[in-house]
């Protein structure tokens, strides 16, 4: 009777033990026109599901083009007493920096053009001519618009349409981030329409969290991968057309259209696909959307002047080959 209770006792104690350790949460859900994850590891119980749901709702309400009531909408139709959020504000500020850095190539004004062309999915490519393209770039250029010390927009013509979408994944992201550190949890890994943050390890394997680049000459039916990194304590976000990358059936030339911001074109870019590390998700996914419209080689010259950046550019070359271009840190995390 002693060793059952005994044995009982340390059956009892051993359980103990290990719940006290951090455990696995992982939570699925769709938000912001996209699918999300996020996975964790923690001793302490917190409602995470409330704080995710109450993130992606103020998040939407201040910066979601297709809420009608949202902040942003009721800009763009014309408001202009809008005192905006911290989050706006924050975007906001973000994305002048990008703007500057990228010499206008990430341009959140860029929308107008974007409707213009028919860019998207299964949709066929306008071609507006120069009469049009001249009116509408009257409303490109995001310093055309003014954050004033009221937390109000300010713009130069009422019609400019602002979209912070390019980097409101990354940057939603990073709020989610933000919340988790705010509970001492040490490892983790987001994810929102394949844009990423991690933290830590994935304690389960006792490995680093791993992340598949796709390859973007994969096809409707089979996902193929590119390359596979270790990604820890940093972010990546990835821009490109996968799938939806054009061959002219003259020429054979591979190609993605891209609208140049500052002439209102659209133009053949040889950049296929651009991930991008950066220390936060926001800065991350605004990177990734610029080097796509700059182009290879502009790319190259625009990190040369970044700090704490890596990348991995899918590219075609002038033969038309898709080949790789790896910065130095990002060679560093391939695992393939």
């Known amino acids: 009777m002693k060793k059952i209770t005994a044995l009982f006792f340390l ?26 994850q996020v996975k ?21 309400t201040s910066l979601s083009t297709y809420q009608d009531d949202s902040d942003i909408s009721r800009i763009n ?72 010390d009221e937390n109000t927009i300010q713009k130069e013509n009422p019609n400019i349409y602002l979209d912070f979408n390019a980097i409101a994944k990354g940057y939603t992201i990073d709020v989610i981030a933000e919340y988790l550190d705010s509970k001492n949890v040490e490892n983790y890994l987001i994810e929102l329409g394949g844009e990423l943050v991690a933290k830590g390890q994935n304690i389960e394997n006792e490995a680093d969290w791993m992340i598949a680049i796709d390859n973007p000459q994969q096809t409707e039916a089979e996902r193929t991968l590119q390359t596979v990194l270790a990604l820890k304590n940093r972010a990546m976000a990835t821009s490109g057309n996968y799938r939806k990358f054009r061959v002219d059936t003259t020429t054979g030339e591979r190609f993605v259209h891209t609208i140049n911001p500052l002439t209102g074109e659209a133009e053949k870019s040889d950049l296929l696909s651009a991930s991008v590390l950066a220390e936060n998700c926001t800065l991350a996914d605004g990177y990734a959307t610029a080097f796509m419209a ?11 002047e970044l700090e704490n950046v890596d990348v991995y550019f899918i590219y075609a070359d002038e033969q038309e080959s898709m080949r790789v271009f790896t910065s130095e840190g990002f060679e560093e995390m391939l695992r393939d």
Request: aromatic fraction near 12%.
């Open 11 to 36: 059956v009892l104690f051993s359980i103990s033990c290990k719940d006290e350790g951090p455990q696995a949460n992982t939570y699925t859900g769709n938000a912001l026109g996209t699918t999300y």
């Open 40 to 60: 964790y590891f923690s001793s302490e119980d917190f409602n995470t599901e409330k704080a995710l749901d109450s993130i992606f709702k103020v998040i939407n």
């Open 77 to 148: 139709a014309g408001a202009e007493d809008v005192v905006v959020d911290v989050h706006f504000q924050k975007v906001f500020e973000l994305s002048k920096k990008i703007f500057k850095e990228s010499n206008g190539y990430f341009d959140p004004t860029v929308g107008s053009l974007v409707n213009a062309y028919g860019f998207g999915p299964d949709k066929p490519l306008n071609e507006p001519d120069k009469a049009m393209l001249d009116s509408i770039r009257q409303l490109v250029g995001f310093k055309k618009v003014k954050l004033t």
């Open 294 to 304: 700059l182009g290879y080689e502009k790319s190259l010259e625009m990190l040369e």
